[in-house]
């Protein structure tokens, strides 16, 4: 079965969430561009996007109308050549619209998952739960007779565990989309031990149309993504939790937050991405990661007290920043919550003290947003963590503490056989995390 | 016909912001002005510096397409909004794509000289912003012929400069040629810099050449252009008046801060043909040539001219087509600096259509302002010398891919 073939039945689950909503898109105009093309004309393709309610349904043709229309205006150059015979189509407001008729065309939405019946290929992207994910993927593959593959957005449960408790036979690989899908470049493409190979040049080839970056991941619980996040996270935990012998909790994770984002010159303080990700959302992968890891070591009752408390973060349907451990007013951190008082202490409060024991930020400490864009990123990181090094104060000291970590839980990675090389990690938090450098690098 | 039958003048020039991307008040998800403030800020510029709207015998707006970036039509009707001393006078609205300003002023100019006026308001507008891009070039694609719009690029005039740069480079070599595009780039800037009113004011880029030297890329935009290349989407007004002796006499303006019409060109060729040579601007050159020529004076006796650079390579054709480099040569003119505020041809010396700006309907009048405030040393941080031996001003503006073509000589009213 050709590339093209295997696009021409395609369902999406879980479309209508934060990744499927991203998956089912990127397909759909894949798909729609291949049926395009003079060769492939008069041939069907059908993109069915599968969820459980209609409400999440109508949301998502919302979001796809508007996000195909923005995609057909950047593709304009391309999309005049694709209806270069379609006389009737002059103007570029007349080939996006049609464009957009034609994407939103092939996508079914569905509550059914008999609509995946059909299918070639199967995206899945449904509750990060071992169990749930076995019992549709199993539901499918045996009432569908077309032997389909599967594509898992898993971030952290092994693709073999998948294979074998769906009885999939290797038709299965991961392909793990960063959030937003539509946006971030990275894709983690992790094969399991009897992933088949055609999945994954397929996969390969499926990512480039996509412009995506792959990094190949092995197949061990939370890959290079999580495995590098989640340890980062409890290291800002734990980090907090030592501060607090000297300082109020919620103003230890103050701190921590602030040397995480401004002196690490990274896109958001780890508490502020904890909070992004959604609190449930790391303690349920930090639960996946634990039984199937050596060790087992992976454990954060700091956070389980945040969601006992309803702390729990996440995003609006709109896509803003729901309070988390941090406060947030239009996407700004105002407070952070305090487990002592049962509500959030604002940063008027406490934000000068803090800043006050953290001492001056370094001088020339670059901002995230204009590092992110140099591309050489030794003139600016190795003259920053040279004066963190030699300044005693207490933010450079935990800046230069926490990189060091964030590099040794990189080269770890490494070691314990998830990442081939330390290179994969640095891409992974380049361009899934949007780090302006790698965790593996020469300026500590 | 050689000189006209008739003195007359143009006096009270005035431009406002032109506005889009660049100016640090622009915000495409702000509200922002539209065609009556352009309007009313320009007609009451000039109609101030006049003495005001009972000087007035008819006025003429230059607009290329409101009826599709506004929804609207019938422009003439406007007027008497800037001023209600203009309610009942004639009013007529002009049209020649990117031309239409420079027609505006020449309708002016005929009036005058049938003696039907002594005092004609002129303003050309334009207001780009309220599109996108995408959809702004279909409603620009107007400029080309209708029945070409198919088979053209979705950036449909990018696309059609950009064949001629792609033929000028194969003719006449491409790293040559793209240098000079830079130089002309860095010189549109460094003039937008100066002029507090340009969309490149703001610009505060280092190295400008470098970055102009960006490799064009033909899968998102053009093949042989890149986005510095282009001048861009703008919004703006500019107005000035065209007076006879006795209207300057009626509106009490010296003639040290008026300049004369001493001639101008005035050209059309066919909208359904191709260009007759892709690696030259052929109607530019006759209507330059016909308003030198009707002004019986050479290119040498020029001291500054504005030309049409709504593309980098539209500026350097456009060096070769006023007669001051050989076809092929324009490029190392450009390169040279001569065509810079300090070389010895300065053009363009309040940036053009890619440092001031692009308002279609308003860029033939923005010429013409500029060409009055240098030759009347109103310019200011802009102002150049004007050499004695040499005391004309050029203009040449150019609608759609060179099909509409207007050129005025002019000179300082006391010279």
């Known amino acids: 079965m050709t590339y093209e073939e295997r696009l021409q039945n395609v369902s999406v689950l879980g479309a ?32 069915n996007a599968i969820d459980v309610s209609h409400e999440a349904l109508a949301g998502l043709v919302k979001y796809l109308q508007t996000q195909v229309f923005k995609a057909a205006e950047k ?28 994407v939103l065309g092939l996508i079914r939405p569905s509550v059914r998952l008999e609509s995946a019946y059909d299918s070639l290929l199967v995206f899945e992207a449904i509750k990060e739960d071992p169990a749930v994910k076995n019992a549709v993927l199993s539901q499918i593959d045996r009432n569908n007779p077309n032997k389909p593959w599967y594509f ?65 991941s092995n197949d061990i619980a939370g890959f290079i993504g999580n495995g590098h996040f989640m340890r980062d996270l409890l290291f800002g935990i734990s980090l907090a939790q030592r501060l607090s012998s000297e300082m109020p ?51 954060a009752p700091l956070l389980e007290e945040f969601t006992a408390k309803g702390v729990k973060g996440g995003q609006h349907a709109d896509g803003s920043q729901k309070n988390g451990i ?49 591309s050489d990123k030794d003139s600016l990181f190795k003259p920053h963590f040279e004066k963190m090094k030699n300044q005693d104060s207490l933010g450079a000291r935990l800046a230069v503490e926490y990189a060091s970590e964030s590099a040794r839980i990189a080269r770890q990675l490494v070691t314990d056989g998830v990442a081939n090389q330390v290179e994969d990690v640095n891409t992974v938090l380049l361009t899934g995390f949007f780090h302006a450098y790698g965790p593996v690098n020469e300026y500590l | 016909m050689n000189a006209l039958r008739k003195k007359v003048y143009l006096v009270a020039g005035y431009n406002t912001i032109s506005m889009g991307t660049g100016r640090k008040e622009f915000n495409p998800k702000k509200e922002r002005p539209g065609l009556e403030q352009y309007i009313t800020e ?32 019938n422009m003439a009707a406007f007027f ?61 694609a107007a400029a080309g012929w209708a029945k070409d719009r198919k088979a053209g690029h979705a950036y449909f005039f990018p696309g059609q400069f950009s064949e001629r740069a792609g033929a000028y480079f194969e003719k006449y070599g491409r790293d040559r040629t793209r240098q000079a595009f830079a130089r002309w780039f860095r010189n549109a800037v460094e003039n937008a810099r100066l002029c507090p009113t340009a969309q490149e004011y703001h610009n505060t880029a280092a190295e400008l050449e470098k970055l102009a030297l960006m490799e064009p890329n033909g899968k998102v935009f ?24 006795e209207g300057l006499k009626r509106i009490g303006i010296p003639l040290s801060e008026a300049v004369e019409v001493v001639s101008f060109g005035h050209v059309e060729e066919d909208i359904t043909k191709p260009p007759v040579d892709r690696t030259a601007l052929t109607t530019f050159a006759a209507a330059a040539r016909q308003a030198l020529d009707r002004a019986g004076i050479s290119i040498h006796q020029v001291a500054t001219a504005e030309v049409h650079d709504c593309f980098t390579i539209a500026g350097i054709m456009a060096v070769e087509a006023i007669g001051l480099a050989e076809a092929g040569k324009g490029p190392d003119f450009v390169s040279a600096g001569h065509t810079a505020r300090d070389g010895k041809f300065p053009i363009n010396t309040t940036g053009g259509l890619i440092g001031w700006g692009h308002p279609t309907g308003g860029t033939g009048v923005h010429m013409a302002v500029t060409l009055w405030e240098q030759l009347t040393a109103k310019a200011g941080d802009n102002q150049i010398t004007i050499p004695p031996d040499r005391p004309y001003g050029l203009s040449v503006n150019m609608g759609g891919d060179d099909k509409t073509l207007v050129a005025f000589v002019i000179k300082s009213a006391t010279a």
Not at chain 2, 55 to 73: L, M, P, T
Request: aromatic share 8%; net charge neutral.
């Open chain 1, 326 to 374: 941090l406060q947030y007013d239009k996407g700004k951190i105002t407070g952070v919550y305090c487990l002592t008082r049962d509500g959030y202490a604002h940063h008027n409060d406490f934000e000068e003290r803090c800043n006050q024991r953290l001492g001056a930020m370094p001088e020339g400490t670059p901002a995230w947003k204009n590092a992110v864009r140099v």
């Open chain 2, 80 to 140: 008497p909004m800037i001023d209600p001393g203009l309610r009942y006078k004639p009013a007529t609205r002009v049209e020649g794509a990117c031309a239409t300003g420079s027609l505006a002023v020449l309708a002016g100019v005929k009036s005058v000289l049938a003696e039907t006026a002594d005092v004609v308001l002129v303003i050309g507008v334009e207001v780009q912003n309220t599109v996108k891009a995408i959809y702004g070039a279909d409603y620009l």
């Open chain 2, 222 to 245: 053009v093949d042989h252009l890149n986005v510095f290349d282009c001048s861009k989407v703008s919004d703006g007004a500019s107005a000035i008046a065209v007076v006879s002796e």
């Open chain 2, 42 to 73: 320009a007609g009451q510029a000039t109609l101030k510096m006049i003495g005001g709207a009972d000087k007035v015998d008819e006025c003429v707006i230059g607009n290329f397409i409101a009826s599709r970036f506004n929804g609207q039509a």
């Open chain 1, 16 to 47: 209508a969430g934060k990744m499927g909503s991203g998956i089912i898109l990127l397909t759909a105009l894949e798909m729609a561009d291949l049926s395009l093309k003079p060769e492939h004309k008069g041939k069907t393709f059908v993109a």
């Open chain 1, 249 to 299: 909790l919620h103003e230890a994770i103050f701190t921590v937050n602030k040397v995480t984002q401004d002196y690490l010159v990274r896109p958001m303080g780890i508490f502020q991405l904890m909070d992004y990700v959604g609190l449930d959302v790391c303690r349920y992968i930090l639960s996946v990661m634990n039984p199937r890891i050596a060790g087992g070591s992976l454990h």
């Open chain 1, 152 to 216: 898992t957005n898993t971030s952290s449960i092994p693709i073999s565990e998948l294979d074998e408790g769906a009885g999939l036979e290797g038709r299965i690989i991961g392909f793990h989309f960063y959030n937003p899908p539509a946006i971030q470049k990275l894709v983690e493409v992790i094969k399991g031990k009897h992933t088949l190979p055609e999945l994954g040049d397929f996969a390969l080839k499926y990512a480039k149309n996509m412009k995506k970056i792959t990094v190949p």
């Open chain 1, 75 to 102: 593709k304009m150059v391309q999309l005049r050549h694709f209806y270069s015979d379609r006389p009737e189509l002059i103007e570029n407001s007349h080939i996006v619209d049609e464009y957009v008729r034609h």
